[in-house]
């Protein structure tokens, strides 16, 4: 059975600390990872993709990390912002239609 | 801006009605959407996958005559919870991608808040 799970379920930290979210997924066959962005009540940003082939991924202050063999995935924050606030989700897709996220992580930057 | 349109955002209605819900690419063909649910503090569930021209493919315990799906173009996914009840009431959101859904990032509707009274 393919699981999904993040850790920590929250986090709170002051403004300007690099974070880490992380994710670990049970099945390492997967097609491709992805972390989202969930704001309350509205649906979800997609923030960096990572193709099974590649070892990470890098958008502006964020960075994604893959390593399949043991099943983990790390969004790395740099100097965060009281506009990071949000749930972050990953997703991992197994197959065509086949997709399983993690319960999120809460993140709360306090300015 | 956004990539996916889902339409409406919030629905209340009595015990019985049946909710449709839109679900729209913008500027792009998708032949392939998806339709989550989410309870409250809790993660998505995938619930179906929309073929566009074709049956959609239910998740396991997933009502099929419960939750019509319907992708009669290749723009518009449409989701109808038919006689809906309380414990319906949930967060709906849908997907696409803009091409193979393997190698291209799903993107989200911002959701239909629905409320079963």
């Known amino acids: 059975k393919q699981e999904v799970t993040q850790i920590p379920a929250a986090l709170s930290v002051p403004e300007g600390e690099n974070l880490v979210l992380n994710c670990s997924f049970t099945?390492?066959?997967?097609?491709?990872l992805q972390w989202f962005r969930q704001d309350p009540g509205k649906g979800l940003t997609s923030l960096l993709l990572?193709?099974?082939?590649?070892r990470e991924q890098t958008s502006g202050r964020l960075n994604a990390s893959l390593d399949k063999s043991s099943g983990r995935s790390t969004l790395y924050i740099a100097a965060s912002q009281p506009g990071d606030s949000a749930t972050y989700l990953c997703?991992?897709?197994?197959?065509?239609?086949?997709?399983?996220f993690g319960s999120g992580t809460k993140l709360n930057v306090k300015p | 801006g956004a990539v996916v349109s889902q339409h409406p955002s919030w629905v209340i209605c009595k015990s019985g009605t049946s909710v449709k819900i839109e679900c729209r690419s913008l500027d792009f063909q998708a032949t392939t959407m998806f339709w989550y649910r989410q309870f409250p503090k809790q993660s998505l569930m995938l619930m179906a996958t929309?073929?566009?021209?074709?049956?959609?493919?239910?998740e396991q315990g997933v009502e099929k005559d419960k939750f019509l799906i319907n992708h009669a173009s290749l723009t518009l996914s449409t989701l109808t919870v038919t006689s809906a009840h309380p414990e319906d009431s949930s967060f709906y959101i849908c997907s696409a991608s803009r091409g193979e859904v393997r190698n291209q990032p799903q993107h989200f509707g911002d959701g239909t808040r629905l409320s079963i009274l």
């Open positions: 997703a991992v897709q197994y197959n065509f239609n086949k997709f399983y």
């Open positions: 929309s073929n566009e021209g074709s049956k959609a493919t239910y």
């Open positions: 099945d390492s066959a997967i097609y491709n």
């Open positions: 990572i193709q099974s082939s590649q």
